[in-house]
């Protein structure tokens, strides 16, 4: 127990309790990180994980620098997995190669070889239908001059040039027809063409992969932040607790020792046992004890020892006629007879 009218505990620096938190914190951090990022070997390679540095971070608050580690990841592959790498990429740098050769001539090629009305295409098709179309509009026209004849329709009467007139709109029609779906055949199969060489090229430009090297992942464990400021915070509490439990202590002793007043006391130590020490009061030490010849389960006393308080105020310290020293309380604490 301290003097009465002690100072109260101090209250904790907020930035040393934010440089606290921040260390704490940090440290935490750095250790998840090594936890975290650690080296993985495998079949088909590994990876490697290593603190490769670090990057200094200034804390305008606390005024303090930390230093934050940097970490550096490397795979590696089996020599298997590495030559089949080395051999993808021969390759394909080759296949990326001869596309590009082949790319570069596409543009040419789709924009030179297709062309929609093509008349190379028409005469070959009007040249493959008339071999067909020829001979049957050919038999077709004789057997309806027949007919006309065997009608009493001759060659040359308005009624003969009718019926011819719808005879050559119906050949014309089917000549028209060949000629549209020729047409449309022949577009078909110049964008297949086109479409073949694209496909070819894509095809090149896409390689074949390398297999990477497959891990399980760590299931690593996450260290949780201290709360070091409230710690501090909770740590001041309880002082500042303590301290007024202590203060009203203090006023509660000084109360029973005030209420002796001038009264003298008995306070010789040589009449006193079971003496403990329970704080002080302006300087001078408290006891708690007992009288030598009380019961050892009666209440104990509280007050000074008279030879302790003859030594810093011997006026408020008497001698009987038996020879034991006994305290005048008022005058050893100042509060007058």
Not at 280 to 303: A, C, F, L, M, T
């Amino acid at each position: 127990m301290g003097k009465k009218g002690s100072s109260a505990p101090k209250p904790p620096d907020p930035r040393k309790t934010a440089a606290a938190s921040n260390s704490t914190n940090l440290m935490n951090a750095v250790s998840n990180a090594h936890l975290g990022n650690i080296s993985e070997y495998g079949p088909d390679g590994s990876t490697r994980v290593e603190q490769t540095g670090s990057n200094s971070v200034y804390d305008p608050y606390t005024k303090q620098n930390y230093d934050i580690p940097t970490f550096s990841r490397y795979t590696e592959l089996s020599p298997e997995q590495q030559l089949i790498k080395e051999q993808n990429n021969s390759a394909d740098l080759n296949l990326a190669t001869l596309g590009n050769r082949l790319s570069g001539t596409l543009g040419n090629q789709l924009t030179d070889n297709f062309t929609i009305n093509n008349e190379s295409t028409e005469a070959r098709l009007f040249d493959l239908g008339s071999k067909r179309l020829d001979p049957m509009f050919q038999q077709r026209q004789d057997d309806m001059e027949t007919r006309l004849s065997n009608q009493g329709i001759k060659r040359g009467s308005a009624a003969f040039d009718r019926e011819m007139g719808t005879f050559n709109q119906g050949r014309n029609d089917a000549y028209n027809q060949l000629a549209l779906t020729g047409r449309g055949q022949a577009s078909q199969e110049q964008f297949a063409e086109d479409n073949q060489r694209i496909n070819q090229i894509s095809a090149l430009m896409s390689g074949g992969q390398v297999s990477q090297p497959n891990f399980m992942g760590a299931n690593m464990p996450n260290i949780a932040n201290t709360d070091v400021g409230g710690l501090i915070s909770n740590n001041h509490a309880q002082k500042m607790n303590a301290w007024q439990t202590e203060n009203q202590n203090q006023q509660n002793l000084m109360g029973g020792l005030m209420g002796m007043g001038a009264n003298l006391m008995l306070s010789d130590e040589r009449a006193k046992k079971d003496i403990e020490p329970v704080g002080q009061v302006k300087g001078q030490n408290i006891y708690e004890y007992r009288y030598k010849g009380e019961d050892e389960n009666s209440p104990k006393s509280i007050g000074v020892m008279a030879q302790e308080a003859e030594k810093k105020n011997p006026n408020a310290v008497v001698t009987g006629s038996d020879g034991y020293k006994r305290v005048n309380y008022g005058e050893l604490f100042g509060i007058g007879a």
